[in-house]
C-alpha cells in the first residue's frame, strides 16, 4: 500500500516557475506526474524510474524537469516557463510495477491534487 502526499501549487504569471513536491508513504518502483484540466482527460506529465531515466510529454519538454530523491521517497516536478494552457489539477502518482507507462488508468495510487494557475 502506498501512499501520497503532494505539494507546491499555486498562482504563478506566465513565465515564472514553481516546484511540486511528492512524498510516497511505501515502496513505489515507478512515480509520475499527471494533470487535467476543466472538462479535459487527464494527461500524462513526466515520469522517472530507476534512478535518473525520465520521459516527458510532448507538451513538457524543456520546460519541465522531473527528479527523485531515493532515500526521502519523494518525487519533484520543476516547471519553468510556465504558460497559461499549463493550468491544470497536477497529481502525483506512484505504481507497483516496473513497466513505464504514461496512461493514467496504470497506476494504483494518486496524490490528492494541487492546483497550479498560470496567469497572463
Known amino acids: 500500500?502506498?501512499?501520497l502526499v503532494e505539494?507546491?501549487?499555486g498562482l504563478v504569471?506566465?513565465?515564472g516557475s514553481l516546484r511540486l513536491s511528492c512524498t510516497a508513504s511505501g515502496r513505489a518502483f515507478n512515480m509520475a506526474?499527471?494533470?487535467q484540466a476543466p472538462e479535459k482527460e487527464r494527461e500524462f506529465v513526466a515520469t522517472t524510474w530507476s534512478g535518473t531515466?525520465?520521459?516527458?510529454a510532448d507538451s513538457v519538454k524543456g520546460r519541465f524537469t522531473i527528479s527523485r530523491d531515493n532515500a526521502?521517497?519523494?518525487v519533484y516536478l520543476q516547471m519553468n516557463s510556465l504558460k497559461t494552457e499549463?493550468?491544470?489539477v497536477y497529481y502525483c502518482a506512484a505504481s507497483t510495477s516496473t513497466l513505464i507507462i504514461t496512461t493514467a488508468n496504470h497506476?494504483?495510487?494518486?496524490?490528492q491534487g494541487t492546483q497550479v494557475t498560470v496567469s497572463s
Open 1 to 3: 500500500q502506498v501512499q
Open 7 to 9: 505539494s507546491g501549487g
Open 13 to 15: 504569471q506566465a513565465g
Open 33 to 35: 506526474w499527471f494533470r
Open 53 to 56: 531515466n525520465t520521459l516527458y
Open 72 to 74: 526521502k521517497n519523494t
Open 86 to 88: 499549463d493550468t491544470a
Open 107 to 111: 497506476y494504483d495510487y494518486w496524490g
